[in-house]
């Protein structure tokens, strides 16, 4: 009976621990941290805190998130740097705009979008810098591919191609399919990993395509078919809290509702393979 009562007095003060000192993450991204959200209440980050709970691992948030933010952005405009010379994090986790991590036709940049690769490297480092400075570790959030039904795949897109004096002339942007696509994007973000051995390297963008591969008509894109939807969001928390905290995603009995039944059992399958 004593020995039972110093367990449970023992495990009441280690959960008093827990919640005393939670496990400090930052989230540093854009659209595709914060959608189906907003910037001051992004999806995100919220279904992480939400999933960890649920797994009695207590999380307390951060982030810094802006609509189509590069790292370059970022890094620029001061804020994450604000952020991590202030208050000391657990973990990092950085999410570049959703093509910057590309080697990318100059058409892109002359249009008004990112450069692409060259850029990416430079400001993936400093940002990388600013976070071994802080202590924390960095996770890299390699996200997904755009959905094949965007405009950027077809044939009339002006910047469909690479022009004949670059590297890749005559090549698609995305190169051959979705798979050497995310595979484009994951070489980009293992480029940025070599400046930093102790990262974590999420491969979001890859687990999707395992769970479309199960689930056909799975839903995890908006209908603009390259950000996240509900169902698309929940799944990435998933994917970052199995890499970063090594939680047992399996073991959850709770989702959104908008995600199904099946849908959810299936996310957790993908995860456990």
Known sequence: MIRNSFALVL???LSAVAVA???????IGNSFTFVPGGTTNPALPNHFKDIALALNTEVEIDFVV?????????????????????????????QSQSLEALELPRCFHEKGGPVGRPEFLEYSKKLLDLIALNGAKPVIFAHWTYKQDHPFFKDDFVCLKFESNEFNAGKN????????????????????????????KSLVGTKWQALMTKIPDSTLYHPDSYHPSAQGSFFSAMVLAKD???????????HPWEITAHQFEQMKTVLTD
């Not at 000192?21 to 989230?27: A, C, E």
């Not at 790292?71 to 657990?90: P, Q």
């Not at 994951?186 to 940025?192: C, F, I, P, Q, R």
């Not at 970063?244 to 959850?252: G, K, P, S, T």
């Open 173 to 200: 942007w995305y190169g051959i399919n979705l798979l050497e696509y995310q595979l484009m994007l994951n070489e980009g973000y293992s480029l940025a990993a070599i400046h930093s051995p102790n990262a974590i």
């Open 21 to 27: 000192n939670p496990i400090k993450i930052l989230f």
């Open 66 to 94: 802006k609509p189509g933010q590069t790292l370059k952005k970022h890094y620029d405009e001061g804020e994450v740097a604000m952020k991590l010379s202030s208050k000391k994090y657990d973990y990092v986790v950085l």
């Open 244 to 254: 970063i905290l090594n939680l047992n995603v399996h073991l959850l009995t709770e």
């Open 11 to 13: 495990t009441l003060l």
